[in-house]
């Protein structure tokens, strides 16, 4: 019996010594996975996939900073339907995805309850004011003013 396979939470911050390959072969054995810290590591799409084709129960996933998380990974992960409602917390920060991925993960994971992604706030800023609606022009002129007196 693997002694991974029970595990439920694994924080690998930092290690940036484990090879992708490695990490993507540790995580395949650990089906029980619920919270799983990639910080500032060699993550890439293999992990990502080796994530989506095990990781069933993952409630947090934090892929800070890892340099070789890019689009694709985040599809991979979303396209596991247990995973896209299991997840209650991301943490995207400092990662090179695009703003449709950003804005996809709002809709694609629909139980967060944290989404971190510090460096793309300018993205989520501007869907967010994208989505304002008002009732009528004399709301959004309401709202201006309030806004102009602060």
């Not at 911050?13 to 060699?42: E, H, R, W, Y």
């Not at 095990?54 to 800070?64: A, F, P, R």
């Amino acid at each position: 019996m693997c002694i991974l396979k029970n595990l439920v939470e694994l924080n690998l911050f930092g290690q940036i010594d484990i090879p992708s390959k490695v990490l993507a072969n540790m995580i395949l054995q650990m089906d029980n996975l619920k919270k799983l810290n990639l910080a500032f590591t060699k993550a890439n799409r293999e992990v990502a996939q080796a994530i989506m084709n095990s990781c069933n129960k993952l409630e947090y996933l934090s892929l800070e900073s890892c340099q070789l998380i890019y689009d694709d990974c985040i599809n991979d992960l979303s396209s596991n339907s247990s995973i896209r409602f299991s997840l209650k917390y991301l943490n995207l920060d400092n990662v090179f995805i695009s703003d449709e991925i950003v804005e996809e993960c709002l809709f694609k994971f629909p139980n967060l309850v944290e989404f971190n992604c510090i460096g793309l706030l300018s993205q989520l800023t501007k869907l967010y004011k994208n989505n304002l609606n008002y009732e009528s022009d004399e709301d959004r002129e309401t709202i201006n003013k309030k806004k102009n007196s602060i």
